[in-house]
């Protein structure tokens, strides 16, 4: 099958999900935003971890379990609203620079398709 058709394919076969969590989220009229996958630089949760993480691993000692949990805890202590911003403004800005990526992409791409339907099209190689 070409793209077409499979694309055709899973729309049709396509469910609506529906999440638990949403309809919670729903009824307190709070939106559920879905981040696209594979993306962690898109989600500031990812940034923030890092910097827990590293600040964990820059400190540590030793790996009892006692003490490690001492460190994440104070670490997690140390994440501020002004770091969370700072997260958020970051992700602002990748989320733009990917925006601008995608928007030359199609400029420069589009001259380039090919229509594979073209009755106009020759089998004739003297034309390349």
């Known amino acids: 099958m070409v793209k077409k058709e499979l694309l055709t ?3 049709l076969n396509k469910g609506d999900n529906k999440y638990v969590i949403d309809e919670m989220a729903a009824s307190r009229q709070i939106t559920v935003l879905r981040l696209p996958p594979y993306h962690c630089e898109l ?4 940034l923030v971890w890092a910097q ?3 600040d964990v691993a820059r400190n540590i000692t030793s790996f009892k379990l ?8 104070n670490s997690l202590e ?3 609203a002004d770091k969370w911003q700072r ?3 970051h992700v602002h800005k990748e989320e733009e ?17 090919i229509n594979l339907g073209d009755e106009d099209s020759s089998d004739s190689e003297d034309e390349f």
């Open 9 to 11: 394919l899973v729309n």
């Open 43 to 46: 989600n500031p949760i990812e």
């Open 52 to 54: 827990v993480k590293g």
């Open 66 to 73: 006692s003490n490690v949990k001492i460190l994440l805890e």
């Open 78 to 80: 140390r994440v501020t």
């Open 87 to 89: 997260c958020i403004h």
């Open 97 to 113: 620079k990917m925006w601008e990526l995608d928007n030359l992409i199609d400029v420069a791409v589009e001259p380039l398709v």
